[in-house]
């Protein structure tokens, strides 16, 4: 019976038109910190490393450009190495002398490697039924799976690790719940009625997180679920168990 009735969600659960998660997972993704030196500001490092000084405010966190204080450490995502930013009046050689320091910081030397699929690495995090692949969709890019479920159905933590984000996502992905992995690996719970943790919380795998809903750009109540390498969609059945 319950089998017949999850199964009434499979023309309401489907997710529409998700949002790009960069803001939120960037920090996930490969980069690098640039600690700010005397004379440059946001926009001369944003425009060195061909970033949008607004994006790197955001994403440090940075209220006021103006008050950027020298030493403060800047995540630049996507970068490989740390370079050399112009200050006005400055000669080409005294730059020079300033690089071969700043090119030894934060090089990422001893991070982990990068996340190889592992079958069943992942427990499956809501008991429903599949609705959605990963893939192309109506002719758009569906980056995780769905999960039919009814609303107020237990969301567990697919593998152990620390909470990232934890609240209203962009748009269309409604209440999320974003869970930093080992290999460079997030899990992201969205569409959810409720979250139980908080960010930065450290969870246990099969803990409880969240409670299916239909928040968001949502049609049905079901769990939308992704898994990425960095901030890299991949295909989540790669790595959960066949059966649930």
């Not at 199964?7 to 920090?27: E, H, P, T, V, Y």
Request: aromatic share 8%.
């Amino acid at each position: 019976m319950r089998y017949v009735f999850l199964l009434s969600f499979l023309f309401l659960s489907s997710c529409q038109g998700l949002a790009d998660l960069g803001d939120i997972l960037s920090k996930t993704d490969n980069g690098l910190y640039h600690s700010v030196q005397e004379g440059q500001t946001l926009y001369s490092i944003a425009k060195a490393y061909g970033k949008n000084p607004e994006y790197l405010a955001r994403l440090n966190g940075i209220g006021d450009p103006k008050r950027l204080q020298v030493g403060t450490r800047l995540w630049i995502p996507g970068a490989h190495r740390v370079l050399t930013v112009p200050v006005p009046g400055e000669t080409r050689s005294a730059q020079a002398k300033k690089s071969p320091s700043a090119q030894k910081e934060n090089k990422g030397e001893g991070s982990p490697p990068a996340a190889r699929p592992k079958k069943s690495f992942l427990i499956w995090p809501v008991k429903g039924v599949l609705t959605s692949g990963f893939g192309k969709r109506n002719g758009r890019a569906h980056d995780g799976i769905d999960i039919g479920a009814a609303k107020g159905t237990l969301i567990v933590s697919a593998a152990r690790g620390q909470v990232v984000f934890s609240g209203w996502g962009p748009t269309g992905y409604g209440r999320m719940v974003i869970v930093k992995h080992e290999s460079k690996l997030t899990t992201l719970y969205a569409h959810n009625n409720k979250n139980l943790v908080k960010e930065g919380e450290r969870v246990v795998q099969g803990q409880r997180i969240a409670l299916v809903g239909s928040t968001g750009r949502s049609t049905g109540p079901h769990l939308h679920f992704e898994v990425r390498e960095k901030t890299r969609p991949k295909n989540p059945l790669h790595y959960l168990p066949t059966k649930k």
